[in-house]
């Protein structure tokens, strides 16, 4: 069965600080994985890691996937409290369809 | 430029009635996809299709049925509401494959099954 796992499921920071999130996944015929950032509603969409684009960056944020691990991480440097938010992994396995972890929750405090 | 419109965005059933939840893009996308998310879980995809008239199950498709007869519009039915179906449901769309694309959700319709 094709499973996506979060860790940690839960992170509580200051501001300021760097923090890593892992996701790691067990799917056959992987295609993509694809990081989401929900905070009151629904995910808006982060970035998309393929085998011919394994390292994303976007301002404060970055994620590189380890196609050899079966593992992603995503790393939110200097954080700040709008960072605060759930951070849901996504790989896609079968043509259409994603299958989404569990999710990191992440409180930044000031 | 209204994007993936979902109704109603709450909603509280009693245990057996039956209820649609309404998802409408104006993107003219062909993939459209309807999940649902547990108190701290992630999402769990109920039924997704590809265009109109083609529709699949997704992880979690039990106790609810879905229909696609234009490209705008794809509904998610329930039939026999039971308290393991409160959760938020989103419905989002896609041009093709979520791989191509990023995915444009709606912002969700909260149901409480009592």
């Known amino acids: 069965e094709d499973k996506v796992v979060q860790s940690p499921l839960s992170l509580v920071v200051h501001e300021g600080d760097t923090v890593t999130l892992n996701c790691s996944y067990e799917?056959?015929?992987?295609?993509?994985l694809l990081w989401y950032k929900q905070e009151k509603k629904a995910p808006t969409f982060l970035f998309m890691l393929t085998s011919s684009g394994i390292e994303k960056k976007s301002g404060r944020l970055s994620s590189i996937l380890d196609k050899k691990e079966l593992s992603s991480i995503l790393n939110i440097t200097a954080t700040q409290t709008g960072d605060s938010a759930i951070y849901l992994c996504?790989?896609?396995?079968?043509?259409?369809?994603?299958?989404f972890g569990t999710g990191t929750r992440l409180q930044v405090f000031p | 430029n209204a994007g993936v419109t979902q109704t109603p965005k709450f909603r509280i059933l009693k245990i057996g009635q039956s209820m649609t939840l309404q998802c409408t893009q104006d993107?003219?996308?062909?993939?459209m996809y309807w999940y649902r998310q547990d108190p701290g879980m992630g999402l769990k995809l109920i039924y997704y299709s590809v265009g109109a008239g083609i529709t699949d199950k997704g992880e979690v498709p039990n106790g609810y049925n879905v229909s696609r007869s234009t490209t705008e519009d794809f509904p998610l039915r329930l039939e026999l509401a039971a308290p393991s179906q409160t959760s938020v449901y989103f419905c989002?769309?896609?041009?093709?494959?979520?791989?191509?694309?990023?995915?444009?959700f709606g912002s969700g319709t909260q149901l409480s099954v009592l």
């Open positions: 989002a769309s896609s041009w093709t494959s979520a791989t191509n694309e990023k995915l444009f």
């Open positions: 993107m003219n996308h062909n993939y």
């Open positions: 996504a790989v896609e396995a079968a043509t259409d369809k994603l299958i």
């Open positions: 799917v056959t015929n992987f295609r993509s």
